[in-house]
Nanobody, 120 residues
Framework: QLQAYGGGLVQAGGSLRLSCAASGRTFSSYVMGWFRQAPGKEREFAAAISRSGGTTYYADSVKGRFTISRDNAKNTVYLQMNSLKPEDTAAYYC???????????????WGQGTLVTVSS
């Protein structure tokens, strides 16, 4: 089970840190990803991190502004979002899977989403 939290309302240029807590004892065996879905749009990839945390992968739209990290001792993955833009407004979802990929269908477990709203 995945529980995402940390969303909220922020002005353009601001920062937010999302967290996703996982239950169970196999967290470190999963690749973790963050996806987002804006109103009326399809879910899109934002970032992924390998099992050890040693490798990360970002969508071009967030590269240089967002940082994904994980703490396997705490069963938690994070998404630090800086220099936020109004186009970052979306529901953000964490996901767990076995494959290091940007494709959402490859992920097995999903959190419930946390809403991020960036005002201009």
């Amino acid at each position: 089970q995945l529980q995402a939290y940390g969303g909220g309302l922020v002005q353009a240029g601001g920062s937010l840190r999302l967290s996703c807590a996982a239950s169970g004892r196999t967290f470190s065996s999963y690749v973790m990803g963050w996806f987002r879905q804006a109103p009326g749009k399809e879910r899109e990839f934002a970032a992924a991190i390998s099992r050890s945390g040693g490798t990360t992968y970002y969508a071009d739209s967030v590269k240089g502004r967002f940082t994904i990290s994980r703490d396997n001792a705490k069963n938690t993955v994070y998404l630090q979002m800086n220099s936020l833009k109004p186009e970052d407004t979306a529901a953000y979802y964490c996901a767990a899977g076995r494959t290091y990929t940007r494709w959402p269908h490859a992920y097995d477990y999903w959190g419930q989403g946390t809403l991020v709203t960036v005002s201009s």
